[in-house]
């Protein structure tokens, strides 16, 4: 139990440390995103695959704004939900980073390859009707101004408060060796380049950006669940490695497994997936499964859509799902 937690622990520090830097670099640049986007339908597609196999949700959330407000068609909403594995993604690179930007490879192919199909014969009326992006300098993040730094560090905000003792508790943590390896290799120096960037972006971002993005969005929303879930899942991987039945019911049931894991991948939900990315982790599924997972989950990414249209939801859930069943079986065909 407490290894897993300690596991855990790491886990979600990680994905911590990504998606801040995600979040940065997101508010950072966010107004370029539509002045670069090309109008060719192939252009479309691919900068959405490229948004999708960006950790987390971020990259759907960008894509489902420019789909609604029609300045990318369909086919690139299909290809950025498969591409996009959501929170799950920044757990699969801190667990097995080479398999994981394998995974991501794959999944760019498979989007790019789906969304020009999705272009070619599957309607969409709408994609010609642009609405426009309506921009308030106002909404922009300066996140780095030397002449507030200090008044904010007088009248530390109780978000700025919490951020900051959590990283210095982990930090501490770590040199102590509570958590993370006893030596120093490159795991331990990489998490401890990673604190001192929270650090960084936590004694320097203004308010809005620290209590907005960083805060309510990546600290409320997303990790406490996403902490709950890891540890679940592993405590869940501990019950099935220490029962032969389980294991063996598994191994001898791939094709079943297939059908529930795409039929999990349908939760527009951050946190359920975890159980096939860590009993891939320990060689107790096959590639093909996490990848089938991987093509119809979509995290948060997509829950936006629901409030703009459920049918367009449907539509690419149903289409999702079918690549996912045919793609994860193509590869358990062929022993992947």
Known sequence: MIPSLKQ???ITSFVLFMMVVIE???VQSRNRWAGQLHRSPFMQILISALLGITPGCLGAFTVVSLYTHRLIGFAGLVTVMIATSGDEAFVMF???PGKALILQGVLLVIAVGSGWLVHRFVP???AAIPHGFEVHE???CHCFSRSSIIPQLKKLSFERTVLLLGTFLFLFLLLLGAVGTLGWDWKKITFLVGAGFLLFVFLTVPEHFLKEHLYRHVVKKHLLRLFLWTW????ALYLIRSNLSLTH???NNLYMVLLIAVLIGLVPESGPHLIFVTLFSEG????SILLANSIVQDGHGILPLLAESRKDFLKVKAINMGIGLITGGAFLLAGW
């Not at 679940?232 to 405590?235: E, I, L, N, R, V």
């Not at 107790?284 to 590639?287: A, E, G, K, S, T």
């Open 232 to 235: 679940g899942a592993f405590m």
């Open 124 to 126: 969409d009326k709408d």
């Open 284 to 287: 107790l599924l096959p590639f």
């Open 8 to 10: 855990s622990v790491m």
């Open 138 to 140: 106002a909404d922009i």
């Open 249 to 251: 019911l598994l191994e």
């Open 24 to 26: 940065y670099i997101n």
């Open 94 to 96: 801190s667990l097995f």
